[in-house]
């Protein structure tokens, strides 16, 4: 199938080891934060959110933090595994009214077995 | 449950020719969102419709894109005339409302040659 990671930067972990993902935000506005999750040939998938009232979010195997101060997302995966392989996007909004979602450029995770 | 459903997965037409493409949301799903994803980039917005009704088209070049979900369930977006830099994949998402968890189709590859 098509390849979304063709151009985006590209994190090389090791099975097993923990992942960082960041991302840079544009509108100090945005007061609700999603990460998808993009395999390849297959539509982005929801990971986690976390609003602007929230500086950290668990889910299971991953964290997201959120410092508005400098309009930073990180996500953080535990343990990473082959199937964490895929492109991972973030994407801001501003609840209320229509919310419209912007998605960042995205990064690339590669697995190392 | 079923997710979103689009169609045809792939399509190679000429420049200048029209195309279209159908989505079927998850059934009960008032908002329909259609994306467009260049390689290498974050989905970007075309389209939002509440229902039947169009609330977001900010981003759509008009002059040659047109969508519909006049039944407010399915919709199709159209391209008339195609040019090369069309080239992308056009997914398809629904949420049961604004603001709730948005859910993606595996989207439809268009190649403009």
């Known amino acids: 199938g098509e390849s979304v990671g063709l151009h985006l930067p590209t994190l090389s972990v090791q099975e097993g080891d923990n992942s960082i993902i960041n991302c840079a935000y544009s509108?100090?506005?945005?007061?609700?934060f999603i990460w998808y999750k993009q395999e390849s040939g297959k539509g982005p998938q929801f990971i986690i959110d976390i609003r602007s009232n929230m500086d950290k979010r668990q889910g299971q195997r991953v964290t997201v933090l959120l410092n508005k101060t400098v309009k930073h997302l990180s996500l953080q995966i535990a343990a990473t595994q082959p199937g964490d392989s895929a492109v991972y996007f973030c994407?801001?909004?501003?609840?209320?009214?229509?919310?419209?979602?912007?998605f960042g450029t995205g990064t690339k995770l590669q697995v190392i077995p | 449950e079923a997710g979103v459903a689009q169609s045809p997965r792939y399509k190679i037409i000429e420049k200048r020719q029209s195309v279209a493409f159908w989505c079927n949301p998850i059934s009960g799903h008032a908002t329909l969102y259609w994306y467009q994803q260049i390689l290498g980039q974050g989905p970007k917005l075309l389209i939002q419709?509440?229902?039947?009704?169009?609330?977001?088209d900010s981003q759509l070049p008009k002059d040659r894109f047109s969508a519909e979900r006049l039944k407010g369930v399915d919709s199709t977006l159209k391209i008339q005339p195609a040019k090369l830099e069309d080239s992308a994949v056009y997914l398809c998402a629904s949420s049961l409302d604004r603001g709730d968890e948005a859910f993606f189709g595996q989207g439809t590859r268009l190649t403009v040659v």
């Open positions: 419709f509440q229902n039947n009704g169009v609330v977001d």
């Open positions: 509108n100090s506005a945005s007061d609700y």
């Open positions: 994407a801001e909004t501003i609840s209320g009214g229509y919310q419209k979602v912007t």
